[in-house]
């Protein structure tokens, strides 16, 4: 949701503010602007639309300054326009406000305001906000001296909000140049360098200016001026965060030559999860090593069930967990969406492990349900990209990704990290409680970085004639079996993301209990084939297809000879573990998605309706 950036220091600020909002329009594509500050005046430009639109917008109407802010916006409150666009200036035009998530009781706020005589242009909650800070820079203290400072401000203010959000806010009133920024749920992060600070929503904006950050906590309120940077927590202390420096290269978050970011992090994959288990695995005496869980042996052999806890995308990495976990440590799992977990009573208690998967570490949902799990008694691990992150934070165990940067919407790199995570995590659970691993488990994952830049490289202009051949079907049908039944679902989900075609995945023995009746010549079935325990099943679910006059798209790592001529069309991957072989599976899927989305015209990086890192419920 939402972009932010902020600049405070001794260059001119709107360059630095553009530079920062292209690199997070991932995040927010509704409207854009900028606010920066100069001679006392406060100076905005907002355009409704993609960046570009800003920018055409300053080419004509310049700005200049030494600190401000810049936003661009995947719209809650308020339908995308230039009214509604941030920063959103309060009624008497003396701060400007950008702002991340969604304040719940903005409406009795903003009654009691208008009665109080403030007046609203926008249809946001984000104006509230502004409007009630700007109210306390009225409020006199009990001495009766008029006034108080930004800060001040802020910490009244917050103090009525009710909801998730992150802003950050400048004023022309108060001595010298500073911002003053809030988190209560979606991330913030301040960039640290000498003479000057940075403030972002993801670490990725940060990046060609510093590496040394900042994370606030939920609560915390932070001003940042050119000399440095103070935190203050919830109860009003001041506190010292830690310093994150990050490892990741600024180049890692370019497209590399690449016409998409999609099409980069699909490539990307081959290296990515060989970062995910490099230096966790001692091949030479088969043991997993994990230096960032805090949960001892002894209370892990305690553990009698896992839930897993994930939305959309890691959902998916969640169902292929329950195979992977349940297969290796024979440990019970079941998978819950976050959105729903925490809205029934589950049975929770100390003997349970909770796994929340979020690639950003900053899902709402998956954090709300992680919470409530803990809460309830469970121990609390998390699978996640981002170090320094809410759900690293609030857990005992983090199994980090290594994916790097991802900056299209529609996930790749960070699923297929997810599920080495999950695959490590389940050798991990097996190793406590048994005492060791079968070799054969890590043979098999050192060879699947080869397999994976084997399946690209020979699908990639494969699946690019499939699109050209499908791309103007309205309908699909995803089937897959076991531990590939999840891959049916995230294949689905991906050609629904990116070409906006209607995608449907389902178990492959489930066809006949309702979906059958929707096929015809005109739907192409995508069925995953691979692998010897439920092959002849599929292959009769094929036929089935076949029947129905369905074209018949088979992805599988047999002799195609063995589908006996029922298939229209055959992908071939290579063959891996049984237990790895959805990481292999997925990518020509992903590979199809992204070129029918081409195709068909579709904006595959910053698909309609869609924003990266869902940070409200």
Request: hydrophobic share 40%.
């Amino acid at each position: 949701m939402c972009g932010i950036v902020g600049y405070v220091g001794e260059r001119d600020v709107v360059p630095l503010l553009m530079d920062g909002l292209r690199r997070l329009e991932y995040r927010g594509y509704d409207s854009a602007g900028v606010v920066a500050i100069q001679d006392g005046c406060l100076q905005t430009v907002r355009a409704e639309g993609k960046l570009d639109r800003l920018k055409e917008k300053l080419a004509t109407h310049p700005l200049a300054g030494h600190y401000g802010l810049g936003h661009t916006r995947w719209a809650t409150h308020g339908v995308p326009s230039e009214r509604n666009a941030h920063p959103m200036v309060d009624a008497r035009n003396r701060l400007a406000l950008i702002h991340n998530g969604i304040i719940e009781n903005f409406l009795p706020l903003k009654k009691r305001l208008i009665a109080e005589g403030w007046t609203f242009k926008s249809d946001t909650d984000t104006e509230v906000v502004a409007n009630l800070i700007s109210s306390y820079l009225d409020v006199s203290n009990a001495a009766g001296a008029p006034g108080t400072d930004l800060k001040t401000a802020v910490s009244r203010a917050v103090q009525e909000l009710e909801g998730m959000y992150a802003f950050a806010v400048v004023t022309i009133e108060g001595d010298g140049q500073q911002i003053v920024a809030a988190r209560q749920g979606p991330p913030l992060v301040i960039g640290l360098a000498e003479g000057e600070q940075f403030l972002a929503s993801d670490p990725s904006a940060l990046l060609i200016h510093t590496k040394d950050v900042v994370f606030l906590e939920n609560g915390d309120i932070a001003r940042l001026t050119p000399a440095g940077v103070e935190i203050w927590d919830k109860s009003g202390e001041t506190v010292k965060r830690q310093v994150h420096r990050l490892t990741w290269d600024p180049i890692q978050a370019e497209k590399g030559g690449y016409k998409h970011f999609m099409l980069k992090e699909i490539h990307d994959q081959t290296q990515a999860v060989q970062d995910t288990f490099a230096g966790r695995v001692d091949f030479e005496d088969s043991r997993i090593l994990f230096d960032t869980i805090q949960v001892s042996d002894e209370d892990l052999r305690r553990i009698e069930r896992i839930q897993i806890v994930a939305c959309g995308t890691s959902w998916h990495a969640g169902l292929i967990g329950k195979f992977l976990i349940e297969n290796i440590a024979r440990v019970p799992v079941e998978v819950d969406y976050g959105s729903e977990y925490r809205y029934r009573d589950p049975i929770v208690d100390d003997r349970m492990l909770a796994v929340g998967i979020s690639q950003s570490g900053e899902t709402a949902d998956t954090l709300s349900a992680m919470e409530a799990a803990h809460e309830r008694g469970a121990r609390l691990f998390t699978v996640c990209n981002v170090p320094g992150s809410q759900a690293t934070r609030i857990s005992e165990g983090v199994i980090y990704t290594h994916a790097g940067p991802e900056i299209g919407v529609a996930s790749t790199k960070a699923f297929s990290t997810q599920l080495v995570a999950l695959y490590l995590l389940a050798l991990y659970l097996r190793q406590v409680r048994t005492g060791s691993i079968d070799r054969s488990y890590l043979d098999a994952l050192a060879h699947l970085p080869h397999a994976v830049n084997d399946v690209i490289s020979r699908q990639e202009s494969r699946m690019e004639a499939l699109a050209k051949r499908y791309f103007r079907a309205e309908n699909f049908l995803y089937l897959g079996r076991g531990i590939n039944y999840p891959i049916a679902l995230e294949g689905a989900l991906k050609l629904k993301e990116i070409s906006y075609i209607h995608a449907e995945g389902y178990p492959a023995g489930e066809m006949k209990h309702g979906p059958i009746a929707l096929i015809d010549k005109e739907m192409p079935v995508v069925a995953l084939a691979t692998g010897d325990q439920v092959f002849e099943k599929v292959k009769s679910n094929l036929q089935e297809v076949k029947a129905r006059d369905g074209v018949v798209i088979a992805l599988t790592d047999r002799d195609p000879e063995e589908l006996g001529g029922i298939c229209d069309e055959i992908i071939q991957v290579p063959t891996v573990s049984p237990l790895l072989q959805p990481i292999v599976n997925v990518i020509p899927l992903q590979l199809l998605a992204y070129f029918t989305g081409v195709r068909r015209g579709a904006d595959v990086d910053q698909p309609r309706n869609l924003a990266k890192s869902v940070t409200v419920e």
